[in-house]
């Protein structure tokens, strides 16, 4: 099946300084690409909708000057998480659509001290 | 009313046993239907896609009535491995995506 990557797996940043996680689509090209974040025991919930050569659709009660989205290529999305606190610690997972389906990344893990 | 909804589990049943998990979604112009499964700490992986003839794959079958807007997922002969977070999942005519809030099951020997 396809393939889509996260990087870094596991981030621990210091309050204040900002964090990238990068997600790539490694097989086959991604104008759309999700991301969501999960807290422990918790579902899923979509952040963002990233497209690829546009700004991003935020979801309701997500800041989007916070939470900077860029979908530079068909391949490669970005999330930076600006001046990260403690609250922002999280499990941060994008995905890609192909043929309907939804593929995820392995996830990042965001500890902010 | 949430979006989709699942069974709160946890579910904790022994080897061999045969278990359900129910799902339902509020929207009625819902597209597609899935079951994914996510272990601990790792990302959601597509277990099925659910269809209104049901479908079955190996030990798991899963089944859409459009018309109570219900999914269900049934395991049947479940086995240690099956122990995950098991999420139902619906996409929009806008093609977004909602989960639920997934149903734990842990098998035990």
């Known amino acids: 099946g396809a393939v889509v990557s996260q990087h870094p797996s596991r981030v621990i940043c210091k309050s204040g300084t900002s964090v990238k996680i990068e997600c790539r689509s490694l097989?086959?090209?991604?104008?759309?690409m999700f991301w969501y974040r999960q807290f422990p025991k918790k579902s899923l919930m979509l952040m963002a909708t990233?497209?690829?050569?546009?700004?991003?659709?935020?979801e309701q009660g997500v800041e989007k000057d916070k939470f900077l989205i860029n979908h530079a290529s068909l391949t490669l999305s970005t999330l930076t998480v600006t001046s990260a606190h403690p609250e922002d610690s999280s499990f941060y997972i994008c995905?890609?659509?192909?043929?309907?389906?939804?593929?995820f990344g392995p996830g990042t893990r965001l500890t902010v001290l | 009313r949430k979006e989709v909804e699942q069974d709160p589990g946890p579910f904790n049943v022994p080897e061999g046993a045969t278990v359900a998990f129910n799902c339902t979604y509020s929207?009625?112009?819902?597209?597609?239907f899935f079951w994914y499964r996510q272990d601990c700490r790792k990302e959601p992986k597509l277990l099925m896609s659910?269809?209104?003839s049901g479908n079955e794959d190996g030990r798991f079958t899963a089944q859409l009535n459009r018309a109570s807007q219900y999914i269900s997922l049934l395991i049947r002969d479940s086995k240690l491995s099956d122990s995950a977070t098991y999420l139902c999942v619906v996409t929009l005519e806008n093609n977004d995506m909602r989960f639920g809030a997934g149903t734990r099951l842990t098998v035990k020997p």
């Open positions: 097989d086959f090209q991604a104008t759309t």
């Open positions: 659910v269809y209104s």
């Open positions: 929207n009625s112009a819902s597209q597609s």
């Open positions: 995905s890609a659509t192909l043929a309907l389906t939804q593929y």
């Open positions: 990233s497209n690829e050569g546009s700004k991003a659709t935020y």
